[in-house]
Structure formats: C-alpha cells, structure tokens
C-alpha cells in the first residue's frame, strides 16, 4: 500500500527559504522508473507542477520556478525534499508530493497536501 | 510553459454526458501520448482517473474516458452521478521533460 505526506512549516515570512519533505512508503525510490514530484495549488487556483526526482537522482524542475527550486532525495530514509527559496506572498499553496511513473507523471497516489502560508 | 487551457465550467443533469476539453499544443499535449486526467473534490487531493491519454487505472469507473485528436485531449463522462460533481484537471508531459497542468474545469451536476 502506497502512501505519502508532507510535513514542513505552515507559516514562512517573506523572502524565507521553505523547506517540505515528502515521507513515503509502500515503494522504493531506487526502483527504476519510480519518482517522486511536488505539486501546489493556491487557495481557489489550478494545481500547478513544480518539480520531480527519479529514481536515479535525474531532476526535473518547472521552467518558472526553476531557479528558486531544488529537490533531493534520501532513499534509505524514504525521503524527498524540496526547497523553495525566497518565498513570496504569492506561493501561499497547498503543497501536494506524488508517486510518479516514467514519463506520466503524477501517479494515482498523493499526499495530503500541507497548506504554506507566507506572510510577516 | 503556459497552462494548458480547459473551460472553466461545464455542467450537465443526472444521466446525461459531458465532455472536458483541454488545449495544449505539439510540445506538449500534441506531442505525446501523456495526458492524464484528475479529479478534486473541494478540500481533497487530486484522484488520477485517466493516464496516458485514455487508459483508466485499477477501481476508476468506466463512465470515465478519455481520448485525444492532435493537441486538444477529452475526459467524457457518461451516465453523470452527483458523486461526478468537482473539479477536473489535465495533465501533460511537454518537451522540456516537465509537465503541466490545465487551468480546471468545475463540474457541476444540475
């Protein structure tokens, strides 16, 4: 049985980095094939896709967002992280991790989703 | 990458049919055989009901298909249930080996 959660902080001020990690279970991230992705969604918004790990440390980033993402993986602990520098107003979301399958992308198994509000 | 483009809304009565449409382009919904298709109900994570443009997973109902003809992707949904009531997102890998998502689309069963 798959499962994920998020954990991280609720609340960040502005210009903060944020920190999330994903805790899994019920797959191995060194199984070829097999990533794990984050996904957020802004109160009342669309989802948006944000980044994604494969099982071989190969890294996939959102064009615009790039440059404030980084996401790593500890395979022994069943662990992703990203990290999401410089933190605004504007990336108050709910912040989703997914099992991910090859080339499909986000799989049938999410997590929660944790809620980050920015604000001072 | 832009959002792929779905209607904001659609609605249709118990029973009938409706069709989702999301618009991409060649780069992406055009250009591979990666389109899935979620669904939301308010407070919850998205569900995957269609992967790989048109294959169901294991427990999805069958009342949920999709298909696709060159960049524009559908989700039909037949024999509409309240329960069908949400919101729907697509899906798409593009050429930058990333993924988008559509803008949503609220379902609402009259």
């Known amino acids: 049985q798959i499962t994920l959660k998020e954990s991280g902080p609720t609340l960040v001020k502005p210009t903060q980095t944020l920190t999330l990690t994903c805790t899994f279970s019920?797959?191995?991230?060194?199984?070829?094939?097999?990533?794990v992705g984050w996904i957020r969604q802004p109160p009342g918004k669309a989802l948006e896709w944000l980044a994604l790990?494969?099982?071989?440390?190969?890294?996939r980033y959102s064009p615009s967002l790039k440059s404030r993402l980084t996401i790593t993986k500890d395979t022994s602990k069943n662990q992703v992280v990203l990290i999401m520098t410089d933190m605004d107003p504007v990336d108050t979301a709910t912040y989703y991790c997914?099992?991910?399958?090859?080339?499909?992308?986000?799989?049938?198994?999410w997590g929660q989703g944790t809620l980050v509000t920015v604000s001072s | 990458q832009s959002a792929l483009t779905q209607p904001a809304s659609v609605s249709g009565s118990p029973g009938q049919s409706i069709t989702i449409s999301c618009t991409g382009t060649?780069?992406?919904?055009?250009?591979?055989?990666?389109v899935s298709w979620f669904q939301q109900h308010p407070g919850k994570a998205p569900k995957l009901m269609i992967y790989?443009?048109?294959d169901r997973p294991s427990g999805v109902s069958n009342r949920f298909s999709g298909s696709k003809s060159g960049s524009t992707a559908s989700l039909t949904i037949s024999g509409l249930q309240a329960e069908d009531e949400a919101d729907y997102y697509c899906?798409?890998?593009?050429?930058?080996?990333?993924?988008?998502f559509g803008g949503g689309t609220k379902l609402t069963v009259l």
């Open positions: 790990i494969y099982w071989d440390d190969d890294k």
């Open positions: 060649s780069s992406d919904v055009g250009g591979y055989n990666y």
């Open positions: 899906s798409s890998y593009t050429s930058s080996s990333t993924w988008v």
């Open positions: 997914a099992h991910s399958l090859g080339l499909v992308g986000p799989s049938g198994y």
């Open positions: 790989e443009d048109s």
């Open positions: 019920g797959f191995s991230l060194s199984t070829r094939g097999v990533g």
